[in-house]
């Protein structure tokens, strides 16, 4: 190559004649013919290549299949070892696939001769390039952990906050308890003091088993029917001399007691006993019901517990077989607090999908920054969805809400790091970058995202087979840096 062709490149046209005479005794030209591969993804960066003639596609492999970035046939473009004046900062390898499409010719630099006359010739644009590569890396890291601080800070207040109420309950149902059981031994001594024989205090303790189980068994009423049947029954406590009717009618209506079967504990203890007895009956119930709410309160907070567990992988190895099922459950658990009122979320999971090899806690964040983005996205009311399905050869998640859609003009960007649509202060710019990293790098993956006013749905896709050993990632800057100096 002369050093007057040389000057025909736009990428070489500024440089003066001794620069062109350094590259073209430096440099060569080279063949491919149509269809063969110029260089590979993943192999060592050796090369620069400037195309002279032809046409070329650049492409990158994506869970097992080459997706072509970009074809082109302008005279000059080029790829290749575009990195390598940032020398063994970074790992030099080739960021994607050149292929020729026609007989193609190149003028190919050696990687260190291109280094040498980047840094020689340009130190100060060498300074700027460094600057904008590193610094936005080193960005990209200080404000990632920041980010999962804030989104830590959030999910800890929100598990916090969901605790807090089964924890309420159980101190409060604890406290009613305590009183209940006192009474009960006050009763008891009224009962056992000698005015029931035998036959009638095993009648009643029989009665009292009978009412526990009942209480345990107790349908749910309505809140009319619950309110009818209290009247009802306050009315037939009256009617038999049982004092304090309106506070005893509630706990043995919650219990599944009726009018009838307080009429048996009448034949069993006599009328004369009927009022103790009543009352040995409502503690007995209203002490199984409370047993049943401290249950209920013990058994939420353990499975509160066991979401965070599930959501953090606390304890587990970093890959495993998972069921994507349970991890979008435990991440839907530890969001809840931050669910308005006015959002409906809709579950849409196809069970029979099988559990895939992936590194758990990972998918968790992607699955916390789409919820958190889905819910930002409706302002407080509409539908989120959260949909399983397959395709045969991987495993889909979909992410959906009725919010106000993303603009076209905005949807290429917004898995570029530090974009970002939120005002000032409120947004990295780096939960979709985040996401995308996981997703494709670390799973070999896809993401992708359609959207319209009322409808925006995020997809991720992940192979059945999971994902291959972890490669080399330059970071999303750096893969956007890539694909621009390919075209």
Known sequence: MTPDGLRTLFLFKALDRDKLEWLAERGRVEHRPAGSAVF???EPATCFFVMLRGAVALSRRLHGDDIEISRTDHRGVYAGAVQSYLGDRVEQVYQHSLRALVDTDFFVLPADEFATAVRTWFPMALHLLEGLFF???ASSVLLGERERLIALGSLSAGLTHELNNPAAAAVRATAALRERVAGMRHK???IADGRLDGSRLRALVELQDAAVERAADAPQLAALAAADAEDGLADWLDEHGVQGAWDLSPTLVSGGIDARW???VGEAVGAENLDAAVRWIAYSVDTELLMGEIDDAVGRVSDLVGAARQYAQLDRAPQQTVDVHELLDATLVMLQAKVPPGV??????DRGLPRIPAFAAELNQVWTNLLDNALGAMDGSGTLTVRTRGDGRHLLVEVGDTGHGIPPEVRPRIFEPFFTTKPVGEGTGLGLDISYRIVVNRHRGDIRVESRPGDTRFVVCLPLTGPEEEGPDEGAA????????GQ
């Open 135 to 137: 610094g936005a890396r």
């Open 344 to 349: 409906r979320l809709v579950k849409e999971y």
């Open 188 to 190: 008891l001594a009224m």
């Open 478 to 485: 750096d893969r956007v840096a890539s694909a621009e100096g």
């Open 262 to 264: 307080l009429a048996a």
């Open 40 to 42: 590979a993804e993943g």
